[in-house]
């Protein structure tokens, strides 16, 4: 079986290289966007990368479902977690939400999962 998920993890790290090296400003500066945006707050981790979860299904946008799949289930949402999150991105994404879930979501939680040893 292929693995999705995991081939779209590797592809994201593969550019990020490429891209502080190519165009250092421009990661750097997202990168300070998004440490200063994803560090324990008020809300956990674990609920922020639940609610990138949802925010990747509304924009129906699949290497983001992978990544934030993957950082939730590392800081310890469970399965029922992620797919509730996901289905209040349906709620704000419609037909193409519903379908990026549909192509994508169970089969990549079962991906990432299995790779973190939680199956």
Do not use: Q, W
């Not at 979501?105 to 990432?112: N, P, Q």
Request: net charge neutral; charged share 30%.
């Amino acid at each position: 079986m292929k693995k999705a998920a995991k081939e779209i993890l590797d592809k994201r790290l593969t550019n990020r290289v490429r891209m502080e090296k190519e165009a250092p400003e421009l990661f750097h500066g997202f990168r300070e966007l998004m440490k200063a945006y994803y560090k324990k707050g008020a809300l956990s981790i674990r609920y922020k990368e639940l609610m990138a979860v949802t925010a990747s299904v509304a924009t129906v946008c699949a290497p983001s479902l992978a990544y934030h799949i993957n950082n939730a289930i590392a800081h310890g949402a469970s399965r029922k977690e992620i797919i509730e999150a996901a289905t209040i991105g349906v709620e704000f994404g419609g037909g193409p939400a519903f379908v990026m879930v549909r192509d994508h979501l169970l089969e990549y939680m079962d991906e990432l999962e299995a790779d973190a040893g939680v199956i």
